[in-house]
């Protein structure tokens, strides 16, 4: 077997025993949260409907009722104002609803993740078991990683050793919010998992414009996963459009079939989404968390938002940006000493070096287009309705972390004693967010107003 086959298939059985490890207890059962199984199940029995669904969160409720008139109309009752809002958009007065015929849930999440969930709902049904699944595709990341990273050295983007890739490999599968995410199973962390390998997959494609058809493809499949990582698209144009030969016109001319191979793919996959969201929701662009609520149809309390100002809007985005950035640890005066805040840790806390990113030896051609990336990607959640509560740290991060571990290892700052004693304070601190999250909540500070967030001093 050759050398780097032999790293490969270390570096994912060091992910599977690590996260394996951590997730210990979890890996023998169903999570609390199994919405995956669940809609695969629902696949199986050739239906998207999920019935009934647990009492937990995150679920899409649809109402069908009749109208006075004696139409049908399906859709949600709003809790700010007395009116019944249909798929379509129509808004009824509340009096004119006169029967709630029935109830429908749906899984409220892009389908993708379902998918690795598909062999144990065939064998197990709703019971199976979505933890071991999500540990194995997490393992998966740090082989992509480490090829996305010599990928970048062969090119001449990256002056990194072996060595040093494989203390950026460390980074992001232990030394970030992906070591937590990893080991739970829950639907939101097993979207997480599923996006950073595909992220890692399209990225791996997409230096020098290599691989336009998989670029594609993980493009298409992570948009189906994590919605803002549709955002994702700058990198292969842009860096198709560094490599291709030529000036003005013969230059566009050359780019026009490797950027047909790169749609194609994203159109398809675009096109099943959005009819399974119209199958669902009458809408072509709607997924789910219009219709966010309990699996005992009572709303999720981020609805009186959500109707206010809508999923996204810039009213969310101090919040945002104080859950990614300004959140530390609270010291307190008894045991346990110190509370996580239920919105998490500031990434440069989690995973401290990020502070390389902002402190680039070089920026080789690369490096534009993967800054453009982070931010396209990173816009809708700094703008979404959620900081990503109850985490460990901010999650929302991990839709675009594998471009920031890029820029680490394209902008050639020494990693040295420093950056390898970051690097270490990271693990530390998300080993300790693996172990504690969802097991030892005296760590944790979630009660009171979950989307309010208070910037420590």
């Given amino acids: ?125 709703r019971a199976a078991n979505d933890v071991i699944p999500t540990v194995v595709f997490a393992a998966l990341a740090l082989p992509l990683c480490f090829l996305v990273l010599r990928r970048l050295a062969a090119t001449g983007l990256s002056q990194r050793t072996e060595r040093e890739d494989l203390w950026l490999v460390a980074t992001l599968a232990f030394g970030s919010v992906f070591f937590f995410s990893a080991v739970q199973g829950k639907v939101w962390y097993t979207a997480h998992v599923v996006g950073v390998v595909l992220a890692l997959t399209y990225a791996w494609a997409s230096i020098e414009g290599a691989r336009p058809v998989v670029a594609g493809i993980a493009l298409g499949l992570a948009a189906l996963t994590r919605t803002p990582m549709a955002f994702m698209f700058p990198l292969f144009v842009l860096e198709l459009w560094r490599v291709t030969p030529g000036v003005g016109a013969e230059r566009r001319r050359a780019m026009i079939k490797p950027l047909v191979r790169f749609a194609i793919p994203i159109i398809a996959l675009a096109c099943v989404g959005m009819a399974y969201n119209f199958i669902r929701f009458d809408s072509f662009t709607e997924f789910g968390h219009s219709y966010l609520a309990l699996g005992d149809h009572r709303p999720v309390r981020q609805q009186t938002q959500i109707e206010q100002y809508g999923l996204a809007h810039i009213h969310y985005l101090s919040r945002n940006l104080a859950a990614a950035f300004a959140l530390l640890p609270d010291v307190v005066a008894k045991a346990p000493w110190f509370q996580i805040s239920g919105h998490g840790l500031a990434m440069w806390f989690t995973t401290p070096l990020l502070l390389f990113v902002v402190w680039p030896r070089d920026k080789p051609s690369i490096h534009r287009a993967l800054w453009i990336t982070v931010a396209l990607v990173a816009a809708p959640t700094l703008l979404y309705m959620n900081s990503g509560w109850v985490q460990f740290g901010y999650r929302f991060a991990l839709d675009y972390l594998p471009f920031l571990i890029m820029l680490i290892a394209i902008g050639g700052r020494p990693l040295g004693k420093l950056g390898k004693a970051l690097i270490v304070f990271g693990i530390v601190v998300n080993l300790f967010g693996a172990w504690s999250f969802d097991r030892e909540w005296r760590y944790y500070k979630v009660g009171g107003n979950a989307y309010e967030v208070v910037i420590p001093h």
Avoid: C
Wanted: proline residues 8%; aromatic residues 8%; charged residues 20%.
């Fill in 1 to 125: 077997m050759r050398r780097s086959a032999l790293v490969h298939a270390a570096l994912f059985a060091i992910g599977l025993i690590g996260f394996g490890l951590l997730a210990w207890n979890r890996l023998g059962t169903q999570s609390p949260a199994p919405h995956f199984v669940f809609q695969a199940d629902a696949w199986l029995h050739g239906t998207v409907k999920v019935s009934p669904p647990l009492p937990n969160d995150d679920w899409a409720q649809v109402e069908t009722v009749k109208l006075a008139d004696g139409r049908v109309v399906r859709g949600r009752r709003m809790v700010t104002r007395p009116l019944f809002r249909t798929t379509t958009g129509e808004e009824i007065k509340r009096e004119l609803v006169k029967q709630s015929v029935t109830w429908e849930a749906y899984v409220s999440f892009p389908p993708v993740p379902a998918l690795i969930m598909l062999p144990g709902a065939i064998i197990s049904g």
